[in-house]
């Protein structure tokens, strides 16, 4: 059974900093994508960061040299450090993991297709 447990979460002024982190457990999916999403009341879940098979990264074009996105596959953790926020990217910003996928850069494409999702944490950033 996958499970995926995010923390880091809150609310910040413009311009702070928050860090991520996505504790997984019952898998061992260290050579497969694990990102992050997001999703703003009313808009759709969007793709923030990933990582693929091959251990580099893929950004949204609006967060890259802001966030940086890390995995630890000795702990089965996967982080994602987010500075100079802006409020546009308050949401709900959930960790998710996928067998199938190895690719990052396709893993952000289709938050529809991906199997196993955190619960979500909510980041609100003010001006």
């Known amino acids: 059974q996958v499970h995926l447990v995010e923390s880091g979460g809150g609310s910040v002024q413009a311009g702070g900093s928050l860090r991520l982190s996505c504790a997984a457990s019952g898998y061992s999916y260290s050579s497969y994508c694990m990102g992050w999403f997001r999703q703003a009341p009313g808009k759709e879940r969007e793709g923030v960061a990933a990582?693929?098979?091959?251990?580099?990264?893929t950004y949204k074009d609006s967060v890259k040299g802001r966030f940086t996105i890390s995995k630890d596959n000795a702990m089965n953790t996967l982080s994602l450090l987010m500075n100079n926020l802006k409020p546009t990217d308050t949401a709900m910003y959930y960790c998710?993991?996928?067998?199938?996928?190895?690719?990052?850069?396709?893993?952000?494409?289709?938050?529809?297709?991906?199997?196993?999702w955190g619960q979500g944490i909510q980041v609100t950033v003010s001006v």
């Open positions: 998710a993991v996928d067998p199938l996928y190895g690719d990052s850069w396709y893993f952000l494409q289709v938050p529809g297709k991906i199997q196993y």
């Open positions: 990582i693929g098979s091959d251990g580099r990264p």
